[in-house]
């Protein structure tokens, strides 16, 4: 069965880091597009991070200078390491694979104390 399975996240004080994962069944995650975004309770689906096939990354504005995406193949595994995290941080992260209608996960929620 084709599915994404995030996990990593929790509650951690500001200026904490954490590191986010997304393993991928029954596809292989190193040859599609990936991609990650959060949600906020009443605020919109935001991109955080994208990295091609080729290992390119673009990162969107909130995330630039303090998060960072990688794979490992060996594992199918996508991650998302978050440092110097901030209270707006706080919302539940997905990843995303670019795959036939499109591969989501059940999302990891990340809570950023104050």
């Known amino acids: 069965q084709v599915q994404l399975v995030e996990s990593g996240g929790g509650t951690v004080q500001p200026g904490g880091s954490l590191r986010l994962s997304c393993t991928a069944s029954?596809?292989?995650?190193?040859?599609?597009?990936m991609r990650w975004y959060r949600q906020a309770p009443g605020k919109e689906r935001e991109f955080v991070a994208f990295?091609?096939?080729?290992?390119?990354?673009i990162y969107g504005d909130s995330a630039q200078g303090r998060f960072s995406m990688s794979r490992d193949n060996a594992k199918n595994t996508l991650y998302l390491q978050m440092n110097s995290l901030k209270p707006a941080d706080t919302a539940v992260y997905y990843c995303?694979?670019?795959?036939?209608?499109?591969?989501w996960g059940q999302g990891t929620q990340v809570t950023v104390s104050s």
């Open positions: 029954g596809f292989d995650l190193s040859s599609h597009g």
């Open positions: 995303n694979a670019i795959r036939g209608n499109g591969v």
């Open positions: 990295s091609s096939t080729g290992d390119n990354t």
